[in-house]
């Protein structure tokens, strides 16, 4: 019967697929059974079945192919099978995107839209509205309007659901039909109001003041369908966020009044959405809260996981808040259903006070077996968040956390347990001897290479810092012995860090890696010969430039210079690595830690397999297309690009600007990336006309020949920086938008035969700040980098910074002008604290080291006082890094 071979084995079991062997060939050479007179339904819908079933298992079938089957399937419309015709059209929607020619059966299906036959009408909708372009669909409106405002239900929810498909290929005709729709939204079927309501929305969602007044009209009657009413609420809040609403306007007066509706679907959306609202107060969210708590004890698990999920999340913002619901929340830690559980346990992890710790994890440990590995991932962040909230408790936590650590799980869910254990030791100077002792059990028996270097480089930074730093040298050369490639390379680095860091074990360390000289794996004897030979040296400059702190370079730049360097003809001037660019580096606020460990192992990754392809940055990229302009190719290798656009017009304008600066040794490059929004015009040798008092030479512009519609365009301009006063580095430019305009036509975009005319649009002020000169760069030790430089070109200055308030804002201010990267987690200020070290690094163009060392104090009156102490290895970068703040 399927025209393929059945062994007795795949007969006598019932679950088999029947059509598992079918190949596409079989399945479209059957379609000539089409033909056949009288038309036999079920031998039809036979075939039909299969061709849906090649096509949803992804065979790729040929246009001509799947023309030849849908040609043949059209004479099946003379058949009034009830089954063969819906087959049909649900061939049509699978068939409409292969074959070629499909409108053939637009008069078939629009009699059947037409026609009396229920059965017929909704599904020939559909199938209709799949092969309709924007061409066909004007003739097909009256058709389309009709059936809208049917009295039978399936066929207006199906009319106005294929209306909201078609709104992608002809929505200004689609835009018409907003009577009809809203005729349908006052039905008394709940999915022809819910799919009316979602038709209008989509019709009118450009336009704020529409939607609002829709809003406020359906808000105000009362609909039969709970579906339309979630959607309601949803725009609803959708509406009082864009445009910054209170608790005084009527839309939140509508979402609180839907608390009390008698849908419990109702109920639980208007709940979410109030919760959801920014800016919220716990006040307000009363009402909701108690909604929730209802839900926590309802019989129905839907409701519960739903209130205790919300619950979950708005805990994370308004803990307080949700600590009159922890009574309901403790009776639902038995719940049958573990999910409801597990989302109980953390959310009382979030809400409980200090006291509760102990019992809440001893209730934890009776359910985690009994949980999946995602589940388990939610209970690890709320121990974390929890232990970050009571520092008091992280010994409690920690050593819960170590158990889990040794039970059965996943990479993910190991990777949860170990990133917590490493946040608790970046956060807790007190619980960091505990916490590596944790993580050293764990390596000793972890099966995952990644989590291994990870806690690798983790003891190598931390390691060193500790009263007893030798009792981890142990754990770390138990790996060179025992493990894979990667893990065996990562150790060897963490051991030259613990010999670099310390001169107590220098000589111990030295003779660990000379053992590991022996080792089958190149790069593990090439990382032990490498530190070996620098820590014989007994240089703290070799130490802390080549082991305690990373080389800061771009890998892909580093390949392109030294790949160039072999290129060109013999020479006996070495290779610079001054002349790389550097590596771009995390903004404060993220975690540099991970960028570092990302970068330390990269290289260990190389042994176990194929290396790792390392993306390109956007400086590399920026390089790459700065090199191909000739009037750039003196300005040499490419010192930073800022690391954002800025705008330099509103993006409703009809000429948008943005520009990018990129530092070289002695210019500044300003890319302006062009964009003409207005469709009948064509603008031809475009520039930016830069102009300022401070001193700098305009050097070169690159114009763009041509800036189409919609099509981005870039020019150039080259600012020279000044010779005689090097400390003269920041300044303020005025632009000007200069192109010539030809009218053209809108639908082709070819201009007219005039020559055009010169215009001009002025644009916002381009600046060159200190920033622009300085590359972010991490120091991982930070004091030995301090005392490498020495103080030959220290500059110590004290200020007062009377608009900084606070730590926090005088460290983030601090940071950005300077443009250079917070080290050793210098830029995390605890709370209630007066006093604060922030630790700086950075490189200055020309590659010159700079570090900064502000000692910050906060005063009641007088804002925030610095003293600032600055090293470089050149007089005059300091002096420029010390007047960025002043």
Not at 173 to 181: I, P
Not at 487 to 509: M, N, Q, Y
Not at 853 to 870: F, H, I, P, Q
Request: negative net charge; proline residues 3%; aromatic residues 6%.
């Amino acid at each position: 019967m399927l025209g393929s071979r059945r062994d007795k084995k795949d007969e006598g079991d019932g679950s088999q697929n029947p059509f598992r062997r079918l190949d596409k060939t079989t399945a479209l050479q059957e379609a000539r059974t089409f033909n056949e007179t009288p038309i036999n339904a079920r031998k039809c819908c036979l075939t039909l079945t299969k061709i849906l079933y090649v096509i949803n298992q992804g065979e790729n079938i040929s246009a001509a192919e799947a023309t030849q089957a849908f040609f043949a399937m059209t004479k099946l419309f003379q058949s009034h099978d009830v089954t063969l015709r819906r087959m049909c059209y649900l061939t049509i929607k699978e068939m409409a995107t292969l074959a070629d020619d499909v409108i053939i059966v637009t008069s078939s299906l629009t009699k059947d839209m037409t026609g009396k036959e229920d059965l017929y009408r909704g599904s020939a909708i559909r199938a209709l509205c799949t092969i309709t372009d924007s061409s066909m669909l004007q003739s097909l409106e009256r058709y389309f309007k009709q059936a809208i405002v049917d009295k039978n239900s399936s066929v207006a929810s199906a009319a106005l659901t294929s209306a909201l498909h078609l709104t992608k290929t002809g929505f200004d005709v689609v835009k018409r039909w907003v009577n009809e729709a809203q005729q349908a939204l006052s039905s008394d079927n709940v999915m022809v109001q819910y799919h009316a309501l979602g038709l209008l929305y989509h019709i009118k969602k450009r336009d704020r003041l529409a939607i609002s007044k829709l809003v406020d009209k359906y808000s105000r009657s009362a609909m039969r369908s709970p579906y339309a009413y979630c959607m309601l609420i949803r725009i609803a809040a959708k509406v009082l966020e864009e445009e910054e609403q209170g608790t005084d306007s009527n839309l939140y007066d509508f979402l609180e009044n839907c608390l009390r509706h008698k849908s419990e679907m109702v109920i639980y959306e208007a709940a979410r959405a109030l919760v959801n609202l920014k800016n919220i107060s716990a006040r307000d969210l009363a009402p909701a809260i108690s909604v929730l708590q209802l839900f926590l004890s309802s019989p129905k698990p839907t409701l519960r996981f739903a209130a205790v999920r919300t619950l979950n999340k708005v805990a994370m913002t308004h803990p307080l808040s949700v600590t009159t619901c922890n009574l309901d929340l403790e009776g639902l830690i038995s719940d049958v259903n573990r999910s409801i559980a597990t989302l109980a346990i953390t959310t009382l992890l979030k809400t409980g006070s200090e006291g509760s710790v102990d019992r809440l994890m001893k209730q934890i440990s009776s359910f985690m077996s009994e949980i999946s590995d995602e589940f388990k991932i939610v209970v690890v962040e709320a121990i974390k968040s929890l232990c970050l909230k009571y520092p008091r408790k992280h010994n409690v936590m920690m050593s819960y956390l170590a158990t889990m650590l040794r039970d059965e799980g996943g990479y993910d869910y190991k990777k949860a347990i170990a990133d917590t254990l490493i946040t608790i030791i970046e956060e807790h100077a007190d619980a960091k001897e505990a916490g590596l002792a944790h993580l050293c059990e764990f390596i000793e028996d972890c099966e995952h290479t990644v989590l291994a270097k990870k806690i690798l480089h983790l003891l190598a930074r931390e390691g060193p810092r500790t009263p007893q730093p030798s009792k981890y040298i142990r754990f770390i050369y138990n790996r060179v012995i025992l493990e894979k490639p990667p893990v065996r390379a990562a150790a060897v680095s963490a051991l030259a860090r613990f010999g670099a860091a310390s001169e107590k074990l220098t000589s111990s360390i030295i003779v660990l890696l000379s053992r590991c000289l022996v080792d089958e794996d190149d790069e593990v004897r090439d990382r032990a010969t490498f530190y070996k030979t620098v820590l014989e040296q007994k240089e703290k400059a070799l130490t802390s430039q080549f082991i305690l702190n990373s080389l800061n370079v771009s890998v892909v730049g580093l390949e392109r210079a030294l790949h160039q360097y072999v290129q060109e003809p013999a020479s006996d001037v070495p290779f610079d690595l001054k002349t790389v660019p550097l590596a771009t580096t995390l903004l404060p606020g993220d975690s540099a830690r991970g960028g570092m460990e990302a970068g330390a192992g990269a290289g260990a990754g190389g042994s176990a397999g194929k290396p790792t392809p390392v993306a390109a940055s956007r400086q590399d990229v920026y390089a790459e297309q700065l090199g191909s302009v000739v009037e750039f190719g003196h300005l040499g290798p490419l010192f930073k690009s800022s690391p954002k656009p800025v705008e330099l017009t509103e993006s409703e304008t009809e000429y948008v600007v943005q520009c990018v600066k990129h530092t070289f040794a002695d210019h500044v490059v300003f890319q302006f990336d062009c964009t003409n929004t207005l469709n009948d015009q064509l603008l031809e040798d475009v520039w930016v006309q830069m102009e300022t008092s401070d001193g700098f030479d305009i050097e070169s512009i690159v114009r763009c020949s041509v800036l189409k519609y919609n099509q981005p365009g870039t020019t150039y301009t080259c600012v020279k920086l000044q010779e005689d006063d090097p400390t003269q580095v920041a300044g303020t430019f005025t632009c000007t938008l200069k192109f010539k305009v030809k009218d053209c036509d809108p639908n082709t975009g070819e201009p007219d035969a005039d020559e055009g005319y010169d215009d001009e649009y002025v644009l916002e002020d381009a600046d060159i700040v200190v920033a622009d000169h300085v590359q972010r760069v991490v120091k991982s030790n930070f004091s030995s980098s301090w005392g490498e430089l020495g103080d030959e070109h220290e500059l110590n200055d004290t200020f007062a910074l009377p608009s900084m308030k606070t730590l926090s804002d005088a460290v983030k201010q601090i940071s950005q002008f300077m443009g250079m990267q917070p080290c050793e987690r210098s830029d995390r200020v605890p709370e209630n604290k007066l006093s604060h070290t922030l630790l700086l690094a950075g490189v200055y163009r020309g590659g010159h080291d700079v570090l900064v060392r502000a000692s910050l104090v906060v005063d009641a009156d007088e804002g925030v006082k610095m003293r600032l102490a600055v090293r470089s290895s050149n007089a005059i970068v300091s002096q420029v890094i010390a007047s960025a703040v002043g």
